[in-house]
């Protein structure tokens, strides 16, 4: 999902701005579901 959603992969495909920006938010929502996987699981 990190790789579909990269807002620098979304960039090179030369999609609008609005599809950037959704990127961005969509991305840091996967970073933030990672991170509460980790605490649970325990890994640094």
């Known amino acids: 999902m990190v790789r579909d959603y990269h807002p620098d992969t979304i960039a090179a495909k030369g999609l609008p701005e609005e ?12 970073q933030e579901a990672w991170e509460m996987v980790k605490k649970e699981r325990g890994i640094p």
């Open 19 to 30: 599809f950037v920006t959704f990127a961005h938010d969509k991305f840091r929502e996967i």
